[in-house]
């Protein structure tokens, strides 16, 4: 980028999360990440040009993708903030972009394909993002609710997520069929996602995104409309299916195509890997999930080495005492910051999240010896499976013609078209060391509700608690004497 050159009007908005704000060159296929605040917490924000530029460099876990720190025009800055704030959704439009700094990250587009997956078709690539969060069941000695040996997290706070009005269906996905390795489960896994797709599914096409939860009344929601959106990818132009018909052949023919592409060898630099662990049997299932029993205990319930998502696997997978094991450390690594605030810098507390914060990760002693080391490496462990347990995985493919030179590693082999696709990984954000106590109170929360929810001795306690909450306003009787205002937690 020439940044004496920057003109808001070359760039586009693509979308946002809790803490940043994401655009897109309209003709290359780069975006820029720049911070959010919240207006109160915006006097919190980085003083000066330079902390800032800190500050960006130490938001994300360093990958094979190329990041790069930038500072930009503050003019530029100012006219995009304007530019894009039409375009945002409203639930977003809490935080403000910062237009102080001039920094951002910049980073490839991964909603298209490099230049080296080009192929004659003309047809613009699609691409699917999907949050697959944590995929594995708990089995540390320290968990003192078995219902977490049983019931995945992501179940238990759907049910949580419901009550607090942060969904308004309840979703049939399950992490662990998606990472079971078996094709069915995880065909019903996307295809649960595709129904209710929540902050964990979209679809984009040609960089614009055509398909999630959001409100956006640009943003396609019905499947029956999205399946004749993607007709054109998946059946022959002379098809004769009718569109009820082709509508469950292209959503079929998708969800394969994004299975074949999650299960694919995803090469990369050897260096610099974490330490592997994988499933045992008997913790590869969810009692909250709906499939038929046989298939769960029939299936097959491995991840071929080095796929996708068996590289995430192993890395959420560094969480092997569980929030509850991991609180005594977290004290005694508190305790000592307490007495020696300037050994935060040492401790990697806030980064730098480079080579020797992965030495901190990989080279933590396998059993408490009682040190600050070793509580500070589990700690540490913990903050990278937490990115682990909330990254996203993009999965760009394009059709090509059966003359299309292709790299065999890059091609997915299905029945129809001919596809080829690029698999990354993306918000590798590493999770800030206060955010842990506050993962701790949420564990609790989640587990009591799903406890008070499912547990048949605790429906009488429910319609209690119903009935409580339908008024404010209790113990006024007919005789006319004061009431009480009794407060609720809400």
Request: with cysteine; aromatic share 6%.
């Amino acid at each position: 980028m020439e940044l004496d050159k920057m003109d808001e009007n070359d760039w586009k908005y693509h979308g946002e999360g809790n803490k940043s704000l994401v655009v897109s060159h309209v003709q290359h296929a780069r975006v820029l990440r720049l911070l959010k605040y919240s207006t109160e917490d915006a006097e919190n924000s980085p003083k000066t040009t330079e902390q800032a530029f800190r500050h960006i460099q130490n938001i994300t876990y360093r990958t094979s993708l190329t990041i790069e720190a930038v500072k930009l025009p503050l003019d530029f800055v100012r006219q995009l903030s304007l530019k894009v704030q039409q375009e945002r959704p409203e639930s977003r439009c809490d935080k403000v972009m910062d237009t102080l700094s001039g920094c951002a990250l910049c980073l490839p587009n991964l909603t298209q394909l490099s230049s080296c997956c080009c192929c004659r078709e003309h047809r613009p690539p699609l691409c699917i993002e999907i949050k697959p969060k944590c995929g594995f069941l708990p089995a540390s000695r320290h968990i003192t609710k078995d219902i977490k040996r049983k019931v995945c997290r992501f179940c238990m706070h759907q049910h949580f997520k419901l009550a607090n009005g942060k969904w308004k269906r309840l979703s049939r996905y399950c992490p662990l069929d998606l990472f079971s390795g078996n094709k069915q489960r995880m065909s019903l896994a996307i295809k649960n996602l595709i129904e209710e797709p929540q902050n964990n599914f979209n679809i984009f096409k040609g960089g614009e995104c055509i398909y999630s939860c959001n409100d956006d009344a640009d943003v396609l929601q019905d499947l029956d409309e999205l399946a004749q959106h993607l007709r054109p990818y998946f059946l022959p132009s002379g098809s004769l299916l009718n569109r009820q018909q082709s509508s469950k052949v292209v959503l079929h023919e998708l969800i394969q195509v994004i299975v074949s592409a999650l299960l694919s060898s995803w090469d990369c630099p050897r260096s610099g890997q974490l330490r592997k662990t994988h499933l045992s049997e008997g913790r590869v299932t969810c009692e909250a999930s709906l499939l038929h029993r046989d298939l769960l205990r029939n299936g097959n319930h491995c991840l071929p080495k080095d796929c996708v998502l068996d590289k995430i696997l192993g890395t959420q997978m560094l969480d092997n005492l569980d929030i509850e094991g991991l609180s005594p450390l977290l004290k005694r690594v508190e305790q000592h910051l307490q007495m020696f605030p300037k050994e935060r810098c040492r401790l990697q507390m806030d980064g730098p999240y480079n080579a020797s914060f992965l030495e901190k990760v990989q080279n933590c002693p396998a059993e408490d010896d009682g040190s600050l080391e070793y509580a500070v490496g589990k700690v540490h462990q913990y903050r990278v499976a937490m990115t682990a347990k909330d990254c996203s995985i993009m999965v760009a493919i394009a059709t090509c013609g059966e003359d299309d030179g292709l790299d065999q590693s890059l091609e997915i082999q299905t029945t129809k078209p001919r596809f080829t696709c690029s698999v990354s990984i993306l918000d590798l954000d590493p999770k800030p060391y206060e955010s842990i106590s506050h993962q701790s109170r949420l564990d609790s929360k989640i587990v009591n509700h799903y406890l008070r929810r499912t547990q048949p001795n605790n429906q009488e306690l429910d319609n209690l608690e119903e009935l409580a909450n339908q008024s404010l306003f209790l113990g006024r009787d007919r005789d006319g004497e004061d009431c009480t205002l009794v407060f609720h937690p809400v």
